[in-house]
Structures are given as C-alpha cells and as structure tokens.
C-alpha cells in the first residue's frame, strides 16, 4: 500500500469514526455498531470505564486527532459493554491520577483529557468555573496594588530581609516595623499603619534589650507584638497555633515578621528543591490564612549573592525584599525585586548606641538604627585594576618628587607584582592585564595623565576636590 493510499484510508476511518460518534449522540447506533466504534477509538473496555469514572466527560485520542464523547452517550456505550455491573457514582480524580491510572489498564490512547464539570453534589462546594478568562478591561478594572511602605514592600504576599550574618539585619527590621506599627515614615518612605508580630527565634537574650532601644527611639508601640519561643515551620500543628494565637488577638491583613528562616527550619538541608519547596509551602498557607505579609529575616550566600541563602526556589516566590551590606561602620539596604516598583536607592545608615539600664557593672547598651546622608560609597576595586593602582602609588614613591610615576616604571612594578599572583602566563598576558588596569583607572577617574608617559594617582582628598570641581563644571 502507497503512502497516499494509507492517508487515504486514514482519512476515511476518521470520518467514519466522526459520523459515528454524531450518531451516537442521537441514538442512532446499535450494538454491533458501538462496539465497533469503540474499537476503532482504540480503547479497551476497562479502560473506558475507569475514565468515565474518573471525570464526566472523555476524550479519546485517535487517528486523526481527538473527539468528544459526551458523558450521557459514553454511559451509553458502557452500559453496553458491561451490562450486569450496577452504575456507580462519579468519582473526582485529579489530572495528575487520571493519566496514569488510563495507563495501567493498557489504555492505548495517548492520553485523557479532562474537563472541569462538577457534579451536581460538588457545585454547592466547588467554583463555578475552576478558571475565567478575563478580558483586558477586566485586569485593568482590579485594584491596584497597595504598599506597606511605599515602593518597598508590598502589603501582602511574602517578603524577605537578607544579609550576612552581623551585618544588622534584625536591628534594621525592628525599626523598619516598628514605624509600620505607628504608620510614620521610614527613610522617607511612607507607610501604612498596620499591626505587626515579631516572631523572635534566636538572639532571645538580647531582645529584651534591643526592645528597650526601640523604645527610646520610637516610644510606645501598641501594634507591636512579640512571640519568643520555638517554632518549626515543618510541623503542621505549631503553624496552626500560631496561625489561631494571631488570629485570636490581631485583624487580618496583619504583618508577621519570621525571625530567622534558619530557625524556623533549623535541621532542613538548604539546598533541597523538595525541602525549601516544603517550607514556601508552609510560608504560603500561613500568608493565606492571615491575609497579609510575611517577612522572612533570612541569611544571603558566603559569596554575598543577593539571594536567600540555599535553593532559589524561596527567592523565586519573593514579592520583594531589603538587601543589606556594610562599609566599615557604616551599613546600607536597597530594595530588592519590588515588581513594577521604581528602581530603589542605596541607604545608609549606622548603629546608634543607647544606654538601656544599668547592672553592677555599670551602663548596659544596645542599639537603634540611625539614617546617615551625603555618604560617599568607597570604590571597591578588584584584580588588576586594584593592583595596578597599588603598583603606581609604590612607582610614586620610588620618585623624587613622589606625586607621579613613569609608566615604564609603573609597569615594571606591575608585572613583578602580578607575576607573584599568577605566575606562569604567556606571551602579553601580563601587558594586557597592566593595560586593561590602566584603562580602568583612568575611566573611574582614579588616575590623571600627567602628559609625558607620565601618571599620578589621585588620593581621596584629590578625588573629593575632582568630584566637587566636576560638579560645579557641569552645574556651570
């Protein structure tokens, strides 16, 4: 047989098939014929049967392509098939089971489609429609999105602060809540007054303090509330109590901050997709049954990546978060992942010491967070270029005046420097690296070209003079 022939002869059995089935719906079918029509569909009788129990409407894919058999008209062709076996009610099976369990009869259909039908039993406790496709007017007519603080953090759906460990991450989410306690501005965003739960998992000793601080700083907190204790995300009935206590005391739409996400999994292997995907889990249903935000203070990476330390799939469920890092004594946060929002400023700020008590020893202390304004960030500089610099200052001081360097000599000291680092390249490896250094340095503004060959590097107090003069220039 040709291949135009077999096409042909395909052709003819799906139109057949097709006729057939629209016969069927009318009644028109006899016995001999269902059956035959049930075998072209290629389905074995148990399979048909345990499909149609599985869902109220079937489709069978054949020759070429699927074709509807209606539930009324598919019981039909089963009480055909199975006369002496009673009816018996549908049962609701999820898609993931229907697939398989078509498959462990032999079905030879590729695969079962379900449709959301419910059942006249299960309309009082199911949706109207599991899905609605809306139109574009319809997205557009939804509420807008609403903030906790403006531009920052969203007021429901889960969000993160994360850090290295030391560098403030709870001092800065105290004070960051406490404002949202009171509804007043948090570096000059605006908030909005919402009751808060602090969930504290570790530094328990310190809390107490840390409270007297906040204190201080902010007065009376009324909407602040704190639970000190253990708590396992893993474990349903500890998510349950806490869900009921903050319930029993709290409206919804209320914030939760988790302190720490290590805690509250301690034991969990991080970087398990099946463990972090658990704990989200568990994360969401607390969100959904407070109807609010959920703050994770969570740990970033050794490597400092802004994310939350472990598998991605917590970060991928993030609506936002802070991200935090320090200079020195001086610490900042920038928002991360605020969707849609504006892209967010790095903020400075440092640790404040106050006096909260005394004991035999003398003052007792802890911390509030404290804005700082007109920081100037350090340039970190890494690799070649970092080395370059030091090779020009140590080039400077082998001169007499000392301010300026011969790039010969720049070099010379450069390649000595960078051989030690990574001996054994080739060739121009080390030139190209002096050069790309070089270059680098000369577009951050970092060195000027004295004319010459010659170079200088420009200390702090001569960029600091090189900033100021190039903004009035551009001012100008």
């Given at each position: 047989m040709t291949r135009a022939q077999q096409n042909e002869k395909t052709t003819a059995k799906a139109a057949k098939t097709k006729k057939d089935l629209k016969s069927l719906s009318e009644g028109d079918l006899d016995g001999k014929e269902l059956l035959k029509l049930r075998n072209r569909a290629k389905m074995t009788q148990q399979a048909l049967a345990d499909a149609v129990k599985l869902r109220q409407s079937v489709i069978c894919e054949y020759e070429k392509g699927r074709r509807a058999i209606p539930h009324g008209n598919a019981q039909k062709l089963i009480a055909f098939l199975r006369p002496s076996e009673?009816?018996?009610?549908?049962?609701?099976?999820?898609?993931?089971?229907?697939?398989?369990?078509?498959?462990?009869?032999?079905?030879?259909?590729?695969d079962v489609v379900v449709e959301a039908a419910p059942?006249?039993?299960?309309?009082?406790?199911?949706?109207?429609?599991?899905?609605k496709l809306l139109t574009l007017d319809e997205v557009i007519a939804r509420p807008l999105p609403t903030w906790l603080i403006r531009d920052i953090l969203p007021d429901d759906g889960v969000?993160?602060?994360?850090?290295?460990?030391?560098?403030?991450?709870?001092?800065?989410?105290?004070?960051?809540?406490?404002?949202?306690?009171?509804?007043?501005?948090?570096?000059?965003?605006?908030?909005?007054?919402?009751p808060v739960v602090y969930l504290v998992l570790e530094g328990r000793w310190g809390i107490m303090l840390r409270y007297r601080a906040l204190k201080q700083k902010y007065g009376a907190l009324p909407d602040f509330r704190t639970v000190i204790g253990d708590f396992d995300?893993?474990?349903?009935?500890?998510?349950?109590?806490?869900?009921?206590?903050?319930?029993?005391?709290?409206p919804p739409g209320c914030v939760l901050v988790i302190d720490t996400l290590a805690q509250a999994s301690n034991g969990s292997e991080e970087n398990s997709s099946k463990e972090r995907g658990e704990l989200i889990a568990a994360i969401k249903r607390i969100q959904r049954a407070l109807d609010g935000l959920v703050v994770l203070i969570a740990h970033t990476p050794k490597d400092g990546s802004p994310t939350v330390r472990g598998h991605g799939n917590i970060q991928?469920?993030?609506?936002?978060?802070?991200?935090?890092?320090?200079?020195?004594?001086?610490?900042?946060?920038?928002?991360?992942?605020?969707?849609?929002g504006p892209e967010s400023d790095t903020h400075y700020f440092r640790l404040e010491r106050r006096v909260v008590g005394q004991d035999e020893h003398g003052d007792v202390t802890s911390c509030t967070i404290e804005p700082v304004y007109g920081h100037q960030p350090a340039t970190v500089l890494k690799g070649a270029t970092a080395l370059a610099l030091s090779?020009?200052?140590?080039a400077c001081h082998e001169e007499v005046d000392g301010d300026k360097a011969h790039v010969d000599a720049w070099e010379k000291l450069f390649v000595e420097r960078y051989s030690e680092k990574k001996p054994g390249l080739k060739g121009d490896s080390y030139r190209t690296a002096f050069d790309r250094g070089k270059k680098d340095l000369l577009d951050k503004g970092m060195v000027l070209d004295e004319g010459g060959g010659c170079y200088s590097p420009l200390w702090p107090s001569d960029m600091a003079g090189q900033n100021d003069a190039g903004r009035e220039s551009r001012a100008a």
């Open positions: 009673p009816e018996k009610p549908q049962v609701e099976v999820p898609v993931a089971k229907a697939i398989p369990a078509a498959e462990a009869q032999g079905q030879a259909v590729a059942t006249p039993e299960s309309t009082a406790e199911t949706p109207e429609a599991e899905y969000s993160a602060f994360l850090a290295l460990s030391g560098d403030g991450k709870t001092f800065l989410a105290l004070d960051a809540f406490a404002a949202v306690s009171l509804g007043k501005p948090w570096f000059g965003y605006v908030t909005k007054k919402t995300l893993r474990v349903p009935r500890q998510c349950a109590a806490l869900i009921q206590a903050v319930k029993a005391v709290l991928a469920d993030l609506e936002a978060g802070v991200l935090l890092g320090r200079e020195g004594d001086i610490r900042y946060w920038r928002s991360l992942k605020e969707r849609d090779a020009l200052k140590a």
